[in-house]
């Protein structure tokens, strides 16, 4: 199994502002992957994190508006952004292998 | 295209009524199936996962089965802490790790 944990856990930004959000897992992956869950959606994956190379990025999602970092086997972050209100959601994070397992979330409201 | 759909969308049961929850998948090729249960503001936890059809899991009152093109998550005298969404997803062969998630099933055990 693998715990993952996330910060911040929720955060409200401004419209036309950037956040970070970090990913730290317990263990060494070689893939780490980022959701948006809209409220009372299910997961939709932005883009999965590869250590040492680009990370690959799901249709409908760029990644000027997502940029990911992933400098080691352990980390990866996602940043949202020139935020609009239409990106707030929560942000999870998934690592693992095989089975992936998720963190608490990033609960985003952007005004 | 790899599809995964869940079913009901919502089920509301009296605490110790046993039900089913259904999951159907297509997918080119299955290397893994899985359940998971997220609550309200929280990230989906890891319960289950199904490699071959046949194969059967269980956790406290939870059961999970897997057939060629649907799975079922068997809830057995379910209590009020069993309420959750529970999700269902599937890890294709030709998507490294990737998961593609369905749409969840919201389950609401009455007292």
């Known amino acids: 199994s693998a715990v993952i944990s996330q910060k911040p856990s929720r955060d409200i930004c401004q419209r036309g502002t950037s956040l970070t959000i970090q990913c730290q897992v317990d263990s060494q992956v070689t893939m780490m992957f980022w959701y948006r869950q809209q409220p009372g959606q299910s997961l939709t994956l932005i883009a999965t994190a590869n250590q040492g190379s680009e990370a690959t990025y799901e249709s409908g999602f760029v990644i000027d508006k997502f940029p990911i970092s992933r400098p080691n086997l352990t980390f990866s972050t996602l940043t949202v952004s020139n935020m609009s209100p239409e990106d707030s959601s929560i942000y999870l994070c998934s690592g693992g292998v095989g089975t992936q397992y998720f963190g608490p979330g990033t609960r985003l409201l952007v005004l | 295209e790899d599809q995964v759909t869940q079913s009901p969308e919502a089920l509301r049961l009296q605490e110790g009524e046993s039900s089913s929850l259904n999951c159907s998948y297509t997918?080119?090729?299955?290397?893994?199936l899985f359940w998971y249960r997220q609550d309200p503001g929280k990230g989906p936890e890891f319960l289950f996962t199904?490699?071959?059809a046949g194969e059967e899991k269980e956790k406290e009152r939870l059961k999970a089965t897997l057939t060629k093109k649907e799975s079922f998550l068997h809830i057995t005298a379910p209590k009020p802490e069993d309420s959750a969404t529970y999700l269902c997803a599937v890890q294709a062969t030709n998507r490294d790790d990737k998961i593609i998630f369905g749409k969840g099933t919201r389950l609401h055990i009455l007292p």
């Open positions: 199904l490699y071959s």
């Open positions: 997918v080119s090729g299955l290397r893994g």
